[in-house]
């Protein structure tokens, strides 16, 4: 097991249980957002997501799920994703050791065929949950949405001793509608099941603080903790492959190499069709200053 990056913002390349029984103490992290591998067969660099039996998946889950709660502070929050088939057992789990405080949707359009003999799945669950639901953080100024009844058609509430207007911003209700990463945005990273940077934003935003400690045992991409750092928060990420530690390292700008390799994004398809393109190209000067473009 191998600890980078400094003091407020570690990384850690290992095994997710090992390294929080062992390097992340008890009762000391703010905020927690997991997003494990779904047991749906994803493939991971080589590694697929798919466990013999569904019973296997479940316990290794409830291992991790357990962990999660003994490093969460009496204050603190947790956010947990898994695929729907998977989160009703989340669900029974979780509701006897914290408090559920919100079932969330993360909804998305796909313009791929999604199912032809039912109905596709165009949502991933998330439990938002809390141990003590009488003290735990929730920003919601920092997360107002547009209120349209108030916003665009300025209706009147009658039913206010003085009849005012509806409210024009509002704290976001359970369904969240975020595109998901494509290929062609900038924030991509080679990985199946990269996260929005704008669904870990409104998390971090409303349920931390400055200074605050957030952990992602299932780093991947390591959005979590480039958000957290992006906004003051102090961070933890953890993931098992050595690929996804690289990226986290560079998205984090904790270092430019590892083990003697420069670190620097994957060049996509398209940008390397854009490059031979321009490199077809040279750009010439004529005496009179006059530029042209002539191909070489």
């Known amino acids: 097991m191998e600890i980078l990056g400094t003091k407020n913002h570690k990384i850690i390349h290992g095994d997710a249980l090992e390294a929080m029984r062992t390097k992340i103490a008890d009762n000391s992290v703010d905020l927690i957002f997991a997003d494990p591998p779904y047991n749906i067969g994803k493939n991971f660099n080589g590694h697929l997501d798919k466990w013999a039996k569904d019973e296997d998946y479940l316990n290794w889950c409830y291992e991790w799920l357990d962990l999660c ?12 994703m898994t695929s729907t088939q998977f989160m009703p057992y989340f669900d029974i789990y979780l ?42 953080t929730f920003n919601a100024d920092d997360i107002l949405i547009e209120a349209k009844t108030g916003a665009k058609r300025k209706l009147i509430d009658y039913r206010k001793t003085v009849p005012t207007v509806y409210n024009s911003e509002k704290v976001p209700g359970n369904v ?18 990269q996260k929005p940077i704008a669904l870990l934003e409104r998390i971090i935003k409303a349920s931390s ?12 991409t390591f959005t979590t903790c480039f958000v957290a750092k992006e906004l003051g928060r ?51 000067e004529e005496p009179d200053g006059k530029r042209i473009h002539g191909k070489y």
């Open 69 to 80: 709660i003994k490093k969460l502070k009496p204050n603190g929050s947790f956010y947990v």
């Open 95 to 136: 509701r006897n050791k914290l408090h559920i405080l919100s079932r969330l949707v993360w909804s998305y359009d796909s313009s791929g065929v999604q199912a032809k003999k039912y109905y596709g799945s165009m949502y991933e669950p998330i439990l938002f949950c809390a141990k003590d639901r009488n003290n735990y």
């Open 176 to 193: 969240w509608n975020f595109a998901r990463v494509r290929y062609r945005m900038d924030e991509y990273e080679n990985h199946p099941t």
């Open 209 to 220: 603080n400055k200074g605050d400690l957030v952990l992602d045992p299932f780093s991947g």
């Open 234 to 284: 102090n961070c933890i990420g953890i993931d098992l492959q050595e690929d996804y530690i690289k990226i986290g390292l560079r998205r984090l700008q904790l270092s430019n190499e590892h083990k003697g390799e420069k670190l620097q994004k994957e060049i996509r398809s398209f940008e390397t069709e854009k490059l031979a393109t321009t490199l077809n190209y040279k750009l010439f």
